[in-house]
C-alpha cells in the first residue's frame, strides 16, 4: 500500500521523519483521514499544525498520532491510529464542549468517555 509508516514511532505528528514529511503530511496518512473523516471541520483540524501533540506510538500494530488543542487539551483533542503499511486508518475525536466523542468509521475503537487515545 504505501512505504513503512513505523519510521515515524517515537517522532511528533508535525514533525518531518527520516528525510520524508512529518506523519500528518504523509500522502497515505493524509488519505486516509479523508477517507473515512468527511467533515471537512473535522478533518482540517486532525490534519492541521496548530496542535499539542505527543510523540507517536506503536499500540496493538497501529501507529497512535495524538493531538489536542493548544492550551485545551482535556476538552479538545483527537488521534489518527493507522497500520504500518497505511492500512485501516481511524480517527478519534473528542470535543467536550460540543458534547462529540466518536471514531470515524463508527465503531474503529472504544468509545471515547474521557478524550481520545494517546498511546501512553
Same mark, same amino acid.
Given at each position: 500500500m504505501t512505504d513503512d509508516l513505523s519510521r515515524y514511532v517515537g517522532a511528533y505528528p508535525t514533525e518531518a521523519a527520516a528525510g @520524508? =514529511?512529518?506523519f500528518l503530511r504523509h500522502p497515505a496518512v493524509r488519505s486516509g483521514v479523508a477517507e473515512v473523516v468527511k467533515d471537512v471541520v473535522v478533518?482540517?483540524?486532525v490534519l492541521g499544525s496548530d496542535?499539542?501533540?505527543?510523540p507517536i506510538a506503536m499500540v496493538e500494530?497501529?501507529?497512535v498520532a495524538f493531538g489536542c488543542e493548544p492550551h485545551n487539551? @482535556? =476538552?479538545h483533542n483527537w488521534a489518527v491510529t493507522v497500520k504500518p503499511d497505511g492500512s485501516?486508518?481511524?480517527?478519534?475525536?473528542y470535543d467536550q464542549d460540543r458534547r462529540v466523542a466518536r471514531w470515524y468509521p463508527q465503531g474503529a475503537g472504544p468509545a471515547p468517555v474521557n478524550g481520545c487515545p494517546s498511546g501512553d
Open positions: @520524508g =514529511p512529518s478533518r482540517d483540524l496542535v499539542t501533540a505527543t500494530g497501529k501507529l487539551c @482535556g =476538552p485501516a486508518p481511524a480517527v478519534c475525536y
